[in-house]
């Protein structure tokens, strides 16, 4: 139940960096779909870093290889470095390259 709270929340306020409000949740879904239908390991990442709410589609490519990527809609994908396994570690290497000046709060996989 927490997490669809979670879920809900996110999708009633703003997204960081998409040019309408609340889409980031289902864009960041649709390309989590397209790329699990390649068989490329990924997953939904919720970011909260006040005042920021937004979430990125997360995935290792190529397949093997423990490369870590995350995509939104404006930046596209880029590279991260952190550990896969731990969503905070993603969150705050996204926010460093994205150059969100925001201390992260919570970090959390749908």
């Known amino acids: 139940m927490h997490r669809l709270a979670l879920i809900?929340?996110?999708s009633?306020?703003?997204c960081a960096s998409t040019?309408?409000?609340n889409d980031c949740v289902p864009q960041a879904a649709q390309m989590v779909e397209g790329l699990r239908a390649q068989r490329i390991e990924t997953r939904v990442l919720l970011i909260s870093a006040t005042p920021l709410r937004h979430?990125?589609?997360v995935y290792l490519y190529p397949t093997g290889k423990n490369t870590l990527w995350?995509?939104?809609a404006?930046?596209?994908s880029i590279r991260l470095r952190a550990f896969y396994d731990q969503p905070e570690s993603v969150a705050r290497?996204?926010?460093r390259a994205t150059r969100h000046?925001?201390?992260l709060t919570s970090a959390e996989y749908l």
């Open 70 to 72: 995350a995509w939104d």
């Open 12 to 14: 009633l306020s703003a």
């Open 101 to 103: 000046a925001q201390q």
């Open 8 to 10: 809900l929340a996110l």
């Open 19 to 21: 040019r309408l409000p």
């Open 93 to 95: 290497a996204w926010l």
């Open 74 to 76: 404006d930046w596209k």
């Open 55 to 57: 979430a990125v589609a």
